[in-house]
Nanobody
Framework: QVQLVESGGGLVQAGGSLRLACAASGSIFSINAMGWYRQAPGKQRELVALITSGGSTNYADSAKGRFTISRDNAKNTGYLQMNSLKPEDTALYYC??????????????WGRGTQVTVSS
């Protein structure tokens, strides 16, 4: 059974940094794209950053220049380095991964989220 577990969230002052991690475990054959999403209270979940298996990245405009997505394929782990954090970055951050287990086609899995709170 595949699981995604996020870690690294917390409370930080504006201008500070956090590094989120997303560890995939279980019967994993391969991981294609990995992504980070966030959802603030009363708002829809939105894409923050995406990274393909080849290392190509895509960022939301709000994340460009401040956030960096990366991955360690050997560890089946993705990361989101967040710098120059702003109060508007406060949200529950989720990771997802398009991955293939030992049976069937690839599918998308989601973690349960890690809370990021940025104080002004």
């Amino acid at each position: 059974q595949v699981q995604l577990v996020e870690s690294g969230g917390g409370l930080v002052q504006a201008g500070g940094s956090l590094r989120l991690a997303c560890a995939a475990s279980g019967s994993i054959f391969s991981i294609n794209a990995m992504g980070w999403y966030r959802q603030a209270p009363g708002k829809q979940r939105e894409l923050v950053a995406l990274i393909t298996s080849g290392g190509s990245t895509n960022y939301a405009d709000s994340a460009k220049g401040r956030f960096t997505i990366s991955r360690d394929n050997a560890k089946n782990t993705g990361y989101l380095q967040m710098n120059s954090l702003k109060p508007e970055d406060t949200a529950l951050y989720y990771c997802n991964a398009d991955l293939k287990g030992p049976y069937g086609p690839p599918r998308v899995y989601w973690g349960r989220g890690t809370q990021v709170t940025v104080s002004s």
